[in-house]
């Protein structure tokens, strides 16, 4: 399938991801600094959800302006009661994509939009479990983000003024399997809006809070 063509399935969002996957082996420790360098700091946050607990490590050093965005809204307290509302499988098999949760652009509860920050800037990249700015134009993003389930790195930037891409700002460091339980929960067959059809959770799942961790 054509990129274009991938792109045109994703429709609206409030916090968009266009995608077009090259799956490819699940490699975590293409998050991780060549060795011998020392590693960046990140910060730790557990989102503890309605079917178990997610922990992630944000890169505050790696990714300053999108990780400062979304700690933030956690010490705030502002995902809290909020969800994961998405589930977007690709793939011929389904068993790669994303999830997505936020605040779906509640007027009441979301800041302003930050500055993109590419993964070509930050060296990070769309690997299994990374963690990423939902938005819709580049500089649109606000508190809606995404899970990857599978190296899904046709989402980084492209080199010399290509696809900007999108921002990854962390990585989960525990919980995976709840992201993937979150994955295969049942999707509405008539929500949302358009193209979006079929990638709505029937009933989403609850963020009950995001705090730093201990």
């Excluded at 968009?16 to 020392?38: E, H, N, R, Y």
């Excluded at 809290?80 to 098999?93: I, Q, T």
């Amino acid at each position: 399938m054509r990129r274009a063509q991938v792109f045109a399935r994703m429709g609206w969002l409030v916090a968009s991801v266009s995608l077009w996957v090259g799956v490819a082996v699940a490699q975590d420790a293409a998050q991780a600094p060549d060795a011998g360098t020392p590693v960046p700091a990140t910060v730790k946050v557990v989102l503890k959800t309605s079917l178990g607990d997610i922990v992630l490590a944000v890169e505050t050093q790696r990714a300053p302006v999108t990780a400062a965005n979304f700690l933030r809204y956690v010490d705030q307290k502002r995902l809290d009661g909020s969800d994961f509302y998405r589930s977007m499988a690709v793939g011929e098999d389904g068993q790669y994509g994303l999830i997505q949760g936020g605040l779906r652009g509640n007027p009441k509860r979301v800041f302003k939009p930050i500055a993109h920050e590419p993964t070509t800037v930050t060296g990070l990249s769309h690997v299994n479990g990374a963690i990423s700015m939902a938005r819709a134009d580049p500089g649109t993003a606000t508190a809606d983000f995404f899970i990857v389930i599978g190296d899904l790195v046709s989402l980084d930037a492209q080199p010399n003024g290509g696809d900007p891409g999108y921002a990854v700002f962390g990585h989960v460091v525990d919980g995976m399997d709840v992201v993937h339980l979150i994955f295969g929960q049942p999707r509405s067959a008539t929500a949302g809006q358009g193209v979006m059809q079929g990638q709505m959770l029937a009933t989403p799942v609850k963020i009950l809070s995001a705090r730093r961790a201990p």
